[in-house]
T-cell receptor, first 113, second 116 residues
Framework: KQEVTQIPAALSVPEGENLVLNCSFT??????LQWFRQDPGKGLTSLLL?????REQTSGRLNASLDKSSGRSTLYIAASQPGDSATYLC????????????FGSGTRLQVQP | EPEVTQTPSHQVTQMGQEVILRCVPI?????FYWYRQILGQKVEFLVS????????KSEIFDDQFSVERPDGSNFTLKIRSTKLEDSAMYFC??????????????FGAGSRLTVL
């Protein structure tokens, strides 16, 4: 059974810092990995998706990497802003015809102005 | 940008009552998913629905749950007899594309269910 773990559970940084969020998964047979952002009481907003054949994806100040063989992904946020404060979730999709996502418990990020 | 629309945004019900949550997924997609998130816990997969049939379901999705497509564009999640532990945020999701054109799973804003 796939297990997804995210470290740290919470992180507080001053504005402007670069930071790295970590995600690990136990079964490397994944189809893709997706990073989401969740604001309190809100839905999930997709940030980046990495296919299993890819090593990284970039969108603006965000960069996600994937090392499938070691079961790890990182989300790098450059020049953090207070508006980045949210919970960041990592989720993997299995390498089968079905695509149900397995989520990590998230990293709660607070960027101090 | 295509959206997934969920109603109601919040529902309060008494234990034992039936609840129906509604979702309008991204148009022209045959796949949609239901997930739930109990407060403070992980987002959990409930069920996937493809072409008017359940494609996959988790252990959580027991006989108290059902999904239907009452018309061409709406999907529903029904909980027949709610329990206190059904209190959660329920999310509907549909395959879509992000700004770069990549296929992603697009989630609705969720329906918060509170069972008293």
């Amino acid at each position: 059974k796939q297990e997804v773990t995210q470290i740290p559970a919470a992180l507080s940084v001053p504005e402007g810092e670069n930071l790295v969020l970590n995600c690990s998964f136990t079964d490397s047979a994944i189809y893709n990995l997706q990073w989401f952002r969740q604001d309190p009481g809100k839905g999930l907003t997709s940030l980046l998706l990495i296919q299993s054949s890819q090593r990284e994806q970039t969108s603006g100040r965000l960069n996600a990497s994937l090392d499938k063989s070691s079961g790890r992904s990182t989300l790098y946020i450059a020049a953090s802003q207070p508006g980045d404060s949210a919970t960041y979730l990592c989720a993997v999709s299995p390498n089968t015809g079905r695509r149900a996502l397995t989520f990590g418990s998230g990293t709660r990020l607070q960027v101090q102005p | 940008e295509p959206e997934v629309t969920q109603t109601p945004s919040h529902q309060v019900t008494q234990m034992g009552q039936e609840v129906i949550l509604r979702c309008v997924p991204i148009s022209n997609h045959l796949y949609f998913y239901w997930y739930r998130q109990i407060l403070g816990q992980k987002v959990e997969f409930l069920v996937s629905f493809y072409n008017n049939e359940i494609s996959e379901k988790s252990e959580i999705f027991d006989d108290q749950f059902s999904v239907e497509r009452p018309d061409g564009s709406n999907f529903t999640l029904k909980i027949r007899s709610t329990k206190l532990e059904d209190s959660a945020m329920y999310f509907c999701a549909s395959p879509g594309t992000d700004s770069s054109g990549a296929n992603v799973l697009t989630f609705g804003a969720g329906s918060r269910l509170t069972v008293l």
